[in-house]
C-alpha cells in the first residue's frame, strides 16, 4: 500500500490529503507547520473571504470549472461544510481596465463570461441598478465560505479516512518523506506548501510572490456579496468587495491586492478606507443615517495570497529519488479551485506509483 506524505494543512493541502484518503489504497500523512485553529502570515487558507468568484480566463478556466459543483453540492448538502450560497453583485468602471484589481479579476468583469452557464442565475444588470461610476454590472449565484468552519470539517473527513496529521518543520522537500506515520519513507510527497513554495528547499520556486490582502471582518449583514473593479484614491492595489460568511462567521469587508508586499500587519488607513468603502457601496451594511461607526468590527486582518507567474503548478517531478507532486501557486483562488486541482494532484500520484514511472 502506497505511503503519500502531503505537505501543508492549508484548503489545498487538505481536500488534495481527503480526494487520496477515498483510495483504500492509500496511506496519507499530513504534515504541517500551521494547522486549522492556526492564525499566523505564513498561513493563507484561515484568512480567506472565502467564496466563488471565476477570475480565470476562459483557457485557463479547468480548475474553477471543475470545483464549483462540488462546492455547490456541499452548500446544498452538507451545512456542517460551513459553506452557504449567496447573491453576488459585480461591478465594473471602464477607467480601472489595465490595472492590479482588474487584472486579477479577468473574466470576472465580462458581461459575457466563461461561466455564465455554469453558475445559476446569471444576469446583466440594468442601469438602475448601478453603483455611482459603474459602467456595467453582472449578478449570479455564488457560494460564501466559513473559513474558520471548513478547513476544522475538511481535517474531519480526512481523519474518518485514516488521515493522520502531524506537525513539523521541513527545510527541503525531500525531508518530508521521512514523516510517513507507518515509519516508512514515504512512495510519493505532494508539495501544497503554498507562499513558502518560493523559500523550501528542493522547491525554490522565485516566481510565487505574496498578494497582499487586508480585510475588516464586522458583524454587519450586507444581504449580498458586492465586488467593484476599482476604487478612487488610497494605494495601488487597493479594491472593494464585501461577503459574508456561513453559519455567524461575520461579514468580510476587503480590501487590497498589493503584489510582492509581506507586511503582515493590518494599516489602519487603509482599513478606514476599507470601511467607507463597503459603507458606500452597501448603505444597508448599516442603520440608516450611520456611516463607519455603524460598522461592528470583529477583527482586522491580513492574509498574504500565493501568486504564482505562471498561475497554478500541478505537476510532478523526481527530487532526490522520490516523487514530489506539486499543488501551490493558487493566488486568491485557492478555495474556488480546491477540488478541481486536488484531482489533478491525485492523478499526478496515480501517474507517480504506476509501473511505467518506476522505469
Not at 133 to 143: C, K, L, P, R
Request: proline residues 6%; hydrophobic residues 40%.
Amino acid at each position: 500500500m502506497p505511503n503519500i506524505v502531503v505537505v501543508g494543512a492549508g484548503v489545498s493541502g487538505l481536500t488534495t490529503a481527503l480526494l487520496l484518503s477515498k483510495d483504500p489504497n492509500y496511506k496519507v500523512t499530513i504534515i504541517a507547520k500551521h494547522m486549522p485553529g492556526d492564525y499566523d502570515i505564513e498561513y493563507t487558507s484561515p484568512w480567506a473571504g472565502a467564496n466563488y468568484l471565476p477570475f480565470s480566463t476562459k483557457e485557463g478556466s479547468r480548475w474553477e470549472k471543475g470545483t464549483w459543483p462540488e462546492l455547490a453540492r456541499l452548500a446544498k448538502d452538507v451545512p456542517e461544510a460551513g459553506i452557504h450560497f449567496q447573491e453576488a453583485l459585480i461591478y465594473n468602471r471602464n477607467k480601472d481596465a489595465g490595472g492590479p484589481v482588474t487584472d486579477w479579476f479577468n473574466d470576472l468583469l465580462s458581461t459575457n463570461p466563461w461561466f455564465k452557464d455554469l453558475v445559476p442565475n446569471f444576469r446583466v444588470l440594468p442601469k438602475s441598478m448601478m453603483v455611482p461610476g459603474a459602467d456595467s454590472g453582472t449578478a449570479f449565484t455564488s457560494v460564501c465560505i466559513n473559513t474558520a468552519v471548513y478547513l476544522p470539517y475538511l481535517v474531519s473527513q480526512c481523519l474518518a479516512n485514516g488521515v493522520v496529521l502531524k506537525r513539523a518543520v521541513i527545510t527541503h522537500i525531500s525531508e518530508a518523506a521521512t514523516f510517513h506515520h507507518s515509519g516508512q519513507k514515504a512512495d510519493v510527497i505532494v508539495n501544497c506548501t503554498g507562499l513558502l513554495a518560493s523559500k523550501l528547499g528542493g522547491v525554490m520556486d522565485a516566481t510565487v510572490t505574496p498578494a497582499r490582502g487586508q480585510i475588516v471582518v464586522v458583524r454587519n449583514t450586507p444581504g449580498a456579496m458586492f465586488t467593484v473593479s476599482g476604487v478612487e484614491g488610497g494605494e495601488e492595489g487597493e479594491c472593494c468587495y464585501i461577503m459574508q460568511r456561513a453559519a455567524g462567521g461575520g461579514t468580510i469587508l476587503g480590501g487590497t491586492y498589493q503584489k510582492g508586499n509581506w507586511e503582515s500587519q493590518p494599516d489602519p488607513n487603509t482599513a478606514l478606507r476599507i470601511m467607507k468603502r463597503a459603507v458606500e457601496i452597501c448603505p444597508a451594511l448599516v442603520e440608516k443615517g450611520q456611516g463607519v461607526e455603524g460598522l461592528s468590527v470583529i477583527r482586522h486582518g491580513v492574509g498574504l495570497r500565493p501568486l504564482r507567474e505562471n498561475g497554478v503548478r500541478v505537476e510532478k517531478e523526481k527530487i532526490d529519488g522520490t516523487w514530489v507532486v506539486h499543488n501551490y501557486g493558487h493566488g486568491g483562488y485557492g478555495y474556488q479551485t480546491s477540488y478541481a486541482c486536488s484531482q489533478g494532484a491525485m492523478d499526478l500520484v496515480g501517474e507517480a506509483l504506476s509501473p511505467k514511472a518506476k522505469l
